[in-house]
């Protein structure tokens, strides 16, 4: 029988105060009648209160301004996730690509936020290319991530990321960016690795050409309807 009092993490207090926000900006961004922005306002105040509760970090009010300062308006006001892309590479040799990342030191696949004018499997080779000095091509999808449901962001994120194949280029990290690049097999990774137990034994599988699924989070039951009828 499942607890029917599961204890609430941080991450899912987190999740739900973002959801909150979402919602009350956009409604903000498409409603100009006073008493449902006085609403949606009053949800933004709830929503930043279980934010300082679960980080410990800032004010209510705070969080009520940051959300306020980026409200937009229509279309433009509609609240949804950042868009990240990654790139799993592999080399004739069969090892992984990976950098260290400048604002965290940990070591990951390449990765940045998406941008305007190109497509995800343009980000991904051209992120490559700007963190690694490798030039690659894009094979298909890897993984596709919700950031806030697997608990390694605090924003809502979607990473998509897609398998990739080394065809030249000289390795060279981005100064910026990156703290170190290299290239590394199952026998000399470096560490820390973020979240290497979610992704690597797939990254190698994929690399070694064995058949794979790509990865995704599975629709849960509704967060708030509670679980479905059987």
Known sequence: MSDP????????????????????????????????????????????????????AGTEAAAVDEWMRIVGSGIGGYVTP????????????????????????VWLYPTGWADVGYSAAEVAIKEVFEETGITAVVERPFAIVDGLQLGFSRVPLYSIVFQCRATGGELSHHPQECLDAGWFNRDNLP??????????????????????????????????????ES
């Open 82 to 105: 950042k868009i990240a892309v990654g790139a799993v590479v592999g080399n004739e040799d069969g090892e992984l690509l990976m950098i260290q990342r400048a604002d965290s030191g």
């Open 191 to 228: 560490s820390p690795i973020a979240s290497g137990d979610r992704w690597l034994d797939l990254a190698f599988r994929a690399l070694a050409g064995e058949p794979y699924d790509t990865s995704f989070e599975m629709p849960r039951p509704s967060v708030w309807l509670g679980e479905p």
């Open 5 to 56: 009092h599961p204890s609430i993490s941080e991450g899912d207090l987190i999740r739900w105060s973002e959801a909150l926000a979402g919602i009350a900006r956009t409604g903000l961004g498409f409603s100009q009648v006073p008493y449902e922005r006085e609403r949606y306002e009053e949800i933004l105040h709830v929503a930043a209160d279980i934010r300082a509760r679960a980080t410990g």
